[in-house]
């Protein structure tokens, strides 16, 4: 069966510091890869979408950005966190429009 | 682009009850799915029900049940005898096909309480 994992579950970093959100999904193969941020009482946010290797679109401009080094690895990286980078990360994999699954969440908080 | 609208913020039902949650969506296509996911206080994303386009039957799950008006464009969500285990945010969303490049559209959530 596919699992998702995503790492850390909480993040506190100071303004100004780097950032590195892991996301891997075990049992498919050449998996359509998504990154969502959720802001405190808002909606999901689709920030980047991957379909494979190295092909990474972005949905907003901002501060961050993702990279698939592998099949089934998505990372989102900042240089310099901002103030207004806290909110809820979530990762999501899927293989057609039937459905997609969700990581557990990353809460990151900059300080 | 896509959109989805979910047009209440907030929404209560007392347990047993039935309550439903409205949806809106733009889109040109006719190739898509609509879903209803749930997100309870662990924020773990739950799929709820899905809705494929081109069937008029509305998709139903146990106690979950939808309202599919394709003309309108319209998706609601209905939830009888409401549990307190109900109580999250319930997300639209949309997925439409785009040739393998497929994005799930979400609206911006509609927080359900259900009061004992």
């Not at chain 1, 989102?76 to 806290?86: E, I, P, Q, T, V």
């Not at chain 2, 039935?18 to 996911?37: K, M, P, R």
């Not at chain 2, 809705?51 to 039957?57: H, V």
Request: overall charge positive; some cysteine; proline content about 4%.
């Amino acid at each position: 069966s596919q699992t998702i994992h995503q790492w850390p579950a909480t993040l506190v970093q100071p303004v100004g510091s780097p950032l590195s959100l892991e996301c891997t999904v075990e049992g498919t193969s050449n998996p359509n890869l998504y990154w969502y941020r959720q802001a405190a009482g808002r909606g999901l946010q689709l920030l980047f979408y991957s379909v494979g290797i190295g092909q990474i679109s972005s949905e907003v401009p901002q501060n961050l950005s993702a990279s698939r080094p592998q099949d089934r690895q998505f990372i989102l990286s900042s240089k310099k966190l901002l103030l207004s980078d806290s909110g809820f990360y979530l990762c999501a994999w899927s293989y057609d429009i039937r459905e997609a699954f969700f990581g557990q969440g990353t809460r990151l908080t900059v300080v | 682009a896509q959109t989805v609208t979910q047009s209440q913020p907030e929404m209560s039902v007392q347990e047993a009850e039935t309550v439903t949650l409205s949806c809106t969506y733009d889109t040109s296509e006719n190739n898509y799915y609509l879903f209803w996911y749930k997100q309870p206080p662990s924020r773990q994303m739950i799929l709820v029900i899905r809705q494929e386009a081109y069937k008029q039957q509305n998709a139903t799950e146990n106690r979950f049940s939808v309202n599919f008006q394709k003309a309108a464009k319209s998706f609601s969500l209905k939830i009888s005898d409401s549990q307190l285990g109900d109580t999250a945010m319930y997300f639209c969303a949309f997925m439409k096909y785009q040739g393998g490049s497929e994005k799930l559209v979400f609206g911006k959530g509609t927080k359900l309480t259900v009061n004992p």
